[in-house]
């Protein structure tokens, strides 16, 4: 019963929530879409030209958000937009979309075939474990899709270029933020207006990779 009422209750939040109806209003998949303009605006990211990889980018509202960036004249993309997920996603004019798990070398390897080589200047993760609700557990698979992402920019992206990942304040949070801090030379931490207030996700903003 109480699991139901719990169910209710979100449901009823999520119908009168006004980024849900903004969203929707905007054509946009997913409420997530105004995080991230707010975190590209805050920190001056993505621009005509750039190179962009999406990690997770099912059901593609971040997509959706690179792409309006990166549309210049008679609705042509100016540079290049990469999407990948384990999930199936419904195809973004322009967006080229890889579906596969992104730490197997024969997605990675689709992925440098797909981009020809070209260095990335931002790559983006919304990523989110399932969480169990037990907290040591659940911030160790934070930490790895973190680490996964970062691993992941240390690779393919250019020495000015930057990440953008999704973390849970708690456990671990202070260990995901000095990894990030040893590889770049900014790291900014923000909670955008669309999270909303009750959850403890913060997005990592990194940019500019350090000489190693």
Same mark, same amino acid.
């Given at each position: 019963?109480? /699991?139901? /009422? ?5 449901? *009823?939040?999520? =119908?009168?929530? &006004? ?7 905007? $054509? ?7 995080? #991230?303009?707010? =975190? ?5 990211? #993505? ?11 099912? +059901? ?11 549309? $210049? /004249? ?9 999407? *990948? ?10 967006? !080229?979309?890889?579906? $596969?798990?992104?730490? !197997? ?7 440098? @075939?797909?981009?020809?080589?070209? &260095? ?8 989110? &474990? ?11 698979? =934070?930490?790895? =899709?973190?680490?996964? %992402? ?6 393919? #992206?250019? +020495? ?6 999704? %973390?849970?304040? $708690? ?9 990030? /801090? ?9 909670? &955008? @207006?669309?999270?909303? +207030? ?15």
């Amino acid at each position: 019963m109480a /699991k139901n /009422k719990f169910s209710k209750e979100w449901v *009823m939040q999520h =119908i009168n929530d &006004p980024f849900v109806k903004l969203a929707q209003q905007k $054509g946009y998949r997913a409420r997530a879409a105004f995080k #991230l303009t707010e =975190i590209l605006d805050a920190e001056k990211l #993505l621009r005509k030209g750039n190179v962009v990889v999406d990690l997770g980018s099912t +059901p593609g509202s971040w997509s959706q958000v690179a792409r309006e960036r990166l549309v $210049g /004249k008679e609705g042509v993309i100016d540079g290049r937009i990469l999407a *990948m997920d384990i999930l199936p996603m419904e195809p973004i004019a322009g967006v !080229e979309f890889i579906q $596969g798990d992104f730490t !197997e070398d024969e997605v990675l390897e689709q992925m440098n @075939k797909t981009l020809e080589g070209c &260095p990335v200047d931002l790559v983006m993760s919304d990523m989110a &474990p399932n969480l169990s609700g037990v907290g040591s557990a659940d911030s160790a698979r =934070i930490q790895h =899709i973190c680490d996964l %992402a970062l691993e992941f920019s240390l690779l393919h #992206l250019k +020495p000015e270029g930057a990440l953008i990942v999704k %973390a849970f304040h $708690g456990s671990g949070f202070s260990q995901i933020v000095e990894s990030f /801090k040893r590889h770049f030379k900014r790291v900014v931490e923000l909670k &955008p @207006k669309a999270s909303r +207030p009750r959850s403890s996700e913060t997005f990592l903003i990194a940019k500019g990779l350090k000489r190693q």
